[in-house]
């Protein structure tokens, strides 16, 4: 397994996901290869399509072997286009791990982590031109606040917003150090680093428009997935999985579930448990950063 990143609810995610070895699977979050490699040892000449737009990702994805094998460097959201050059427009089941993952968390030079002073960037696609740096920047106090407050959760996201604004006409706010001296005198006490990680958070889903690409690739997946395929998603924060939820549970991601004229709930999957699973604390306790997963399954109908 590579060191690149410890893959979160592997045996549990990958056997709920298979269910045809000689099928047809999509890892949309390939990252290190840790669920990838977890997917091919249950197949039987079935292929297996991995999606991930970090440049990083491509070099482990080079190290598997497999003959039934494809990756696809590029975001998920655009699953449904590429996987059609491929000839590809049914499959048995698709596997996203959101988030961002344990190497971009640790290489200082991508501006993830607290724990390093580096440029503030937090692109998972290096290659596009927005970093956090320029939201900064570049947002007014309205748009700044919009974030903090929706994506973070950041409980005075207003009196934040306005504080940055006045900051970076004084000097500009480019690395992690910048911000945290900004951060420092807003975080309470005791629970300064959950402040720091809801702003960085807000930040990181910004630059990578991640909510929007989630929605998209969910509804992709309803399409994509054959009747009685499997879709499994995990999600470490609750508007990720709020978002999971309502789309399983309700067939849309806000509002009630539309019924038919018999009273049916008119949606593309059913949940195949009843609960959300969670890791174990033996779990936790070997990857701290499965503390917040929470897993969902669904089938289509």
């Not at 640790?106 to 993830?112: E, H």
């Not at 951060?183 to 402040?195: D, I, Q, S, T």
Request: with cysteine.
């Amino acid at each position: 397994m590579s060191c690149y990143h410890v893959p979160v609810l592997a045996q549990e995610s990958v056997e709920a996901l298979v269910t045809d070895p000689s099928g047809i699977y999509v890892d949309l979050t390939f990252g290190g290869g840790g669920h990838s490699r977890e997917i091919i040892q249950k197949l039987n000449k079935g292929k297996l399509f991995a999606f991930d737009q970090d440049e990083d990702a491509s070099k482990e994805a080079a190290k598997i072997s497999y003959e039934h094998f494809t990756f696809i460097k590029a975001n998920f959201r655009f699953a449904k286009r590429y996987l059609k050059l491929y000839g590809i427009t049914a499959v048995d089941g698709i596997l996203a791990d959101l988030g961002v993952s344990s190497h971009q968390l640790d290489r200082p030079d991508r501006g993830f982590s607290i724990r390093y002073n580096a440029p503030l960037d937090m692109r998972m696609n290096r290659q596009q031109p927005l970093t956090a740096a320029d939201v900064l920047a570049t947002y007014d106090i309205a748009a700044l606040k919009r974030i903090f407050k929706e994506y973070g959760e950041v409980p005075n996201a207003g009196r934040l917003a306005e504080t940055i604004a006045a900051a970076r006409v004084r000097q500009p706010i480019r690395t992690v150090m910048d911000l945290l001296s900004i951060l420092e005198k807003f975080a309470p006490r005791f629970r300064e680093y959950r402040y720091y990680a809801q702003v960085f958070q807000a930040l990181r889903i910004e630059v990578n428009d991640e909510l929007t690409a989630l929605q998209e690739m969910l509804q992709q997946a309803a399409e994509l997935i054959k009747p009685g395929g499997r879709l499994v998603v995990l999600s470490y924060h609750s508007l990720e999985d709020r978002l999971v939820k309502n789309f399983i549970n309700k067939g849309k991601f806000e509002g009630e579930v539309e019924k038919d004229m018999y009273g049916n709930a008119i949606k593309p999957f059913q949940a195949l448990y009843r609960h959300v699973i969670e890791p174990s604390q033996e779990e936790i306790m070997n990857n701290h950063r499965a503390r917040s997963a929470k897993m969902r399954v669904a089938v289509k109908v």
